[in-house]
């Protein structure tokens, strides 16, 4: 008789530390309030190619505080990039070796077992293992020691062990977002994980907060502050809650864009009259110019190799899309459908431009080929803004209204697969992603 | 007597100067009030020489001048001020001119419809519209600065074009 042994467990992670999750401070007086952005992902549409997974609910899940299974196969949908098999009614762990047959027949390609079980101290240890059931091959898997507060981190680090097993990209699920509330006169600023859960208040605020943008080492937010009666920039630490003002300029100071290499932000500022677009370094200081033109300069935003600045500019007469090299020289204009163009976001592969334009009176997300210029419409709403891509370039976050409510929603790039992230209360907007977490 | 009335004048003249430049709140009035009791406690009744300054009037000034609205209305995708301001804007310029410790922000607002950050800086061409007006009319710039709001604060909710005439706007405020 063969005994079959599973093969050990390849790597094992250290659990990610708890100070990440380290309490962000409030501006004012404001009491701090629990994290309670609550949100639910509704995942619609139909990918051309979609990898069929089954994500087996983990051993010890019943009775845990976090549904990882639930958390991983949300994920993967969310993509866009998988389907989800049903996997109900079996108990498996990751040591089970799955029936091979069993699970192609149930049309599943690839199956993630696990289990989650209490630590003496507390703690959690989860493990999972991924079995290609096609060929009948263990894909390897992991184990993690962990807090509560870190069971849905854990459980989207295993949906990017799985998306990058499977697709050969990296995943995004542990990366994080940061979008602005307003409730009547009070508006806030917060920071939630990329499936818009687990959302903590970075600031809050009696005056408007627009143009939240993440600093590429993802420890920072730049944003726009209206607290002092006029739009000012700030950089603000996000696990400190320390921040800085970094442009408060005669004038208007506002859409702040970080350079890749985190070491100067552009910023639009009415300073010498108009809108115009200036460099300052992220440390602070004295701006520099980066282009002289007739008309509106703003939105600008870095291409991901530093050397290139696309921006909103009415110089025509309407605003439209145009880029320039980031020391500066001639603009060129990227846009040429429509009357209204703006809200430039570059993929960070550089293939994609993604923008607002004003189609009938309307506002709708396009997303352009930078290769061949093609445009395409992706959406089928009309109250479109703030496009902001997710850093493995796969997909867009956006705030749009649905439903008379405004709403943050992720979309693939081609606009067929697309997920709601509906806040329970508060007009939620401006969503900005955040980067890949060093860790 | 006289001294007293000219020491009480200078130094209300003094609170005045100083309530301007520096914000200090101006109905507080604690010296003009203990030199008025003083003087009536030191003479008894038919302290007829010092003459009580009343300072609620410069509080007043904070807000511009007197019977003026503080608001310029923008027509639909104009950024320019309208013939029919020209007085109001004149009325502005005058009391500012008057007022060389005045600081005025101008802020500009949209209505709703557009992107913020580019809204934005059509509230700032509103805002600059206006300041040009004043500075042709001698103001000077630098008790000036032009903000925006964009359409971050309108003044009426809803989505009608009479909410959008409303919030398409120049604020003049006294700091």
């Known amino acids: ?439 | 007597m006289l001294t007293i009335k000219r020491l009480s004048l200078a130094l209300a003249v003094t609170a005045l100067v100083a309530g301007c430049s520096s914000g200090v709140k101006l109905d507080d009035k604690p010296v003009d009030g203990s030199l008025s009791s003083q003087g009536a406690g030191a003479s008894g009744q038919g302290q007829s020489g010092v003459s009580g300054v009343d300072l609620t009037g410069s509080a007043a000034s904070k807000a511009g001048p007197q019977g003026v609205s503080r608001i310029v209305y923008f027509d639909f995708d104009s950024y320019s001020v309208k013939a029919d301001a020209q007085p109001q804007i004149e009325a502005h310029a005058k009391f500012i001119k008057a007022n060389p410790a005045a600081k005025v922000q101008l802020e500009g607002h949209t209505d709703e419809r557009g992107g913020r950050e580019y809204n934005l800086a059509l509230g700032q061409k509103r805002a600059e519209a206006v300041r040009r007006s004043l500075g042709l009319l001698g103001v000077n710039d630098a008790q000036v600065e032009a903000v925006s709001y964009g359409k971050e604060k309108p003044a009426a909710e809803g989505h009608s074009e009479d909410a959008y005439a409303q919030n398409r706007r120049v604020e003049i405020n006294y700091r």
């Open chain 1, 1 to 439: 008789m063969t005994i079959d042994r599973l093969p050990s467990l390849t790597t094992w992670a250290a659990g990610p530390r708890a100070s990440r999750r380290a309490m962000l401070a409030t501006l004012a007086a404001t009491p701090a309030l629990p994290a309670l952005a609550q949100f639910r992902v509704e995942v619609t549409g139909v990918g051309l190619t979609q990898l069929p997974i089954a994500i087996a609910q983990f051993k010890g899940e019943g009775s845990a505080p976090q549904k990882i299974s639930a958390i991983i196969q949300a994920d993967l949908e969310r993509s866009g990039q998988f389907r989800g098999v049903d996997a109900s009614g079996l108990a498996l762990d990751e040591t089970s070796r799955p029936d091979v047959a069993q699970w192609r027949q149930k049309g599943a390609d690839s199956l993630a077992t696990g289990s989650i079980t209490r630590l003496a101290d507390g703690r959690w240890d989860v493990r999972f293992r991924l079995w290609d059931v096609v060929k009948g091959q263990d894909l390897g898997g992991q184990g993690f020691a962990v807090t509560t507060g870190d069971l849905r981190l854990v459980a989207h680090r295993i949906a990017d062990y799985i998306y990058e097993k499977l697709t050969g990209e990296k995943g995004i699920f542990s990366t994080r977002i940061a979008y602005v509330t307003k409730a009547g006169a009070h508006y806030r600023l917060w920071i939630a994980d990329a499936d818009g859960e687990n959302a903590q208040s970075a600031l809050s605020s009696p005056e408007p907060i627009i143009s939240p943008a993440w600093a590429p080492n993802g420890t920072q937010l730049a944003y726009v502050s209206f607290e002092s009666r006029k739009p000012v920039v700030y950089v603000h630490d996000v696990a400190s809650g320390h921040r800085r003002l970094l442009a408060n300029f005669r004038g208007s100071n506002s859409a702040p864009a970080w350079s890749p290499d985190g070491s100067r932000l552009a910023v639009t500022l009415s300073r010498d009259g108009g809108s115009q677009l200036y460099l300052l370094s992220a440390q602070g200081g004295e701006p520099r110019r980066l282009m002289q033109s007739s008309g509106i300069d703003t939105e600008p935003c870095f291409s991901s190799d530093g050397r290139t600045i696309y921006f909103v500019s009415d110089r025509g007469g309407a605003p439209q899309v145009y880029k320039v090299s980031s020391s500066g020289g001639s603009a060129e204009r990227v846009t040429f459908t429509g009357n209204y163009n703006i809200s430039p976001a570059i993929s960070p592969d550089g293939k994609w431009l993604a923008y607002i334009s004003r189609v009938g009176g309307g506002f709708k997300l396009q997303v352009m080929d930078l290769a061949t210029g093609t445009v395409n419409s992706v959406t089928d709403t009309t109250a479109d803004e703030s496009p902001s891509f997710a850093p493995n370039s796969r997909l867009i976050v956006y705030a749009t209204i649905q439903g008379g409510r405004e709403a943050l929603m992720t979309t693939t790039l081609d606009g067929k697969i697309k997920a709601r992230l509906a806040g329970a209360s508060g007009d939620i907007r401006e969503p900005d992603w955040g980067p890949f977490q060093k860790h």
